[in-house]
């Protein structure tokens, strides 16, 4: 199933989609153009220059010039059919932001550790941020968290500053997000009903001891291409 697929499958169309043409090397922008004409909802592409990170901060800015009260990221990855569902019930509770829970992606055959055990370690490890020395003006502790199932209210994105536009290399943008909005935000959650399937191409590229510290601290950070570009 494609990522257009498979937002076209979930429970709550209530939503807008815009996907961002940051110059990929595979068929994305054409597969959103035919899907657009489909959509059971709104549906956007928008061009970003610079082959790098800043595609999430494009998306996100458009999406606020279009008045919505959440932002909700699929990257890379399939959101499960009720995920819209759930991340509004969860903004709904007064969540500012939420980072949910990573599944693999049954189409990519993975093996029994793929499938079991890394949708578990951000789990597993999160209570580590609660005894890290953060930063002074943070209003919640640090959480480590996938990047895929992440979702905010609308509020928080330009008053930190919006998503970096960092290079393919690294820091992920997502980590670096996340630590901006703690500055205004004492409302950060885990909503592990809030689900989206994953590929395991980045963990099969870099190994387990170089993918998981990207989460936590940045550390690790690829410097051959085919590791870069592993989404």
Do not use: W
């Not at 959509?39 to 061009?47: E, K």
């Not at 606020?64 to 699929?74: E, F, I, N, S």
């Not at 936590?216 to 051959?224: A, E, I, K, S």
């Amino acid at each position: 199933m494609t990522a257009p697929a498979a937002l076209a499958s979930r429970s709550d169309t209530g939503v807008a989609r815009t996907v961002v043409d940051n110059a990929p090397t595979d068929a994305t922008a054409a597969l959103a153009r035919h899907r657009a004409a489909t959509a059971p909802f709104p549906a956007h592409l928008v061009r970003e220059e610079k082959r790098n990170t800043g595609a999430a901060d494009t998306g996100f800015r458009y999406a606020l010039t279009h008045g919505p009260r959440r932002l909700v990221r699929t990257a890379d990855c399939l959101p499960v059919a009720d995920r819209t569902a759930q991340t509004r019930a969860e903004l709904a509770r007064g969540t500012q932001t939420a980072r949910g829970r990573g599944l693999p992606r049954r189409d990519e055959q993975p093996s029994p550790a793929e499938r079991h055990l890394f949708p578990t370690a951000p789990g597993t490890i999160a209570p580590h941020g609660h005894h890290r020395t953060g930063h002074p003006r943070h209003r919640t502790p640090h959480m480590l968290r996938h990047g895929h199932p992440l979702a905010l209210a609308a509020a928080p994105h330009p008053r930190c500053g919006g998503t970096p536009h960092t290079p393919m290399e690294g820091p992920p943008e997502d980590i670096v997000l996340f630590p901006r909005t703690h500055e205004h935000n004492d409302r950060d959650t885990r909503a592990e009903p809030m689900a989206a399937r994953t590929g395991p191409r980045r963990l099969r590229t870099r190994d387990a001891h170089r993918t998981l510290p990207q989460y936590g601290d940045h550390r690790c950070r690829p410097t051959d291409p085919k590791q870069v570009h592993a989404r």
